[in-house]
């Protein structure tokens, strides 16, 4: 039987991952969220000061992305990550660790040793990917692809929010530049750049909530599994 798989593709700040966690919850799939085994990778990188080495020690660092010491717990607050047996829940998610990201998801070496890490979250009832190259890469076969974007100011004015409410400084220049810059370098790379998958539905969230979004997004998916 074929695995029923939902990626949901676009750039940092969309709502891609708020959207593809109540979407799995929702259809009680599994859930990847691709883009935190890349902030995982980074971090792991930069604390074994490797990040700024890619180039010279590119076998070395592939190697630990094929081996990470990973874990995601489900608690009743959320999903709780682990690196190394260490919590890193919100440390993988500030902007400085994003930027981490974003250096090595450019390497395509590094790509390719997470793919089978990826693939191996296709299990069945269904899974719910949340991403940048969810179905233009890794679920090129998936029933139904979403691509989700917003405006660079409006995802600026949400990582603000975002990390305010996790009690962290933020400033929405400094954000807004971070944004931008990730958007190019994400967009630029040389294997998988972010882009809409062929046949993506493609939907602009700056002006919409998380229900209108969450409502667009049910309709589609379900015509799709309905084929």
């Known amino acids: 039987m074929t695995v029923k798989i939902i990626t949901i593709d676009g750039p ?12 799995a919850a929702h259809y009680q799939f599994h859930l990847l969220d691709s883009g935190a085994l890349y902030r995982l990778l980074g971090l792991s990188l930069h604390n074994l000061n490797l990040l700024e080495k890619l180039d010279s020690e590119l076998t070395k660092c592939a190697e630990i ?18 690196l190394d047996g260490e919590d890193v829940t919100q440390t993988i998610r500030t902007e400085r660790v994003g ?6 998801a450019a390497i395509p070496a590094l790509r ?12 069945e009832p269904g899974l719910v990917a949340d991403g940048r ?21 409006s995802r600026a004015e949400r990582r603000v929010k975002q990390l305010q409410g996790m009690g962290l400084d933020a ?10 810059a990730r958007d190019k370098r994400d967009m630029e790379r040389a294997v998988a750049p972010l882009k809409p998958a062929e046949g993506a539905y493609i939907i602009d ?12 997004m049910t309709a ?8």
């Open 12 to 23: 940092s700040g969309s709502g891609k991952g708020t959207l593809a966690a109540k979407l």
């Open 65 to 82: 992305a094929a081996n990470l010491d990973i874990k995601f717990v489900t608690t009743e607050t959320g999903i709780l990550v682990q």
């Open 99 to 104: 930027e981490f990201a974003s250096k090595v």
């Open 112 to 123: 390719a040793a997470l793919i089978d890490r990826q693939h191996a979250f296709a299990q």
């Open 133 to 153: 190259d969810m179905a233009t890469s890794i679920f090129p076969h998936a029933q139904a692809k979403i691509y989700l974007t917003a405006s660079a100011q």
């Open 171 to 180: 400033k929405i220049n400094d954000i807004l530049a971070n944004i931008e």
């Open 205 to 216: 969230s700056s002006s919409l909530n998380i229900d209108e979004v969450f409502n667009l």
């Open 220 to 227: 589609y998916i379900e015509q799709q599994l309905a084929n």
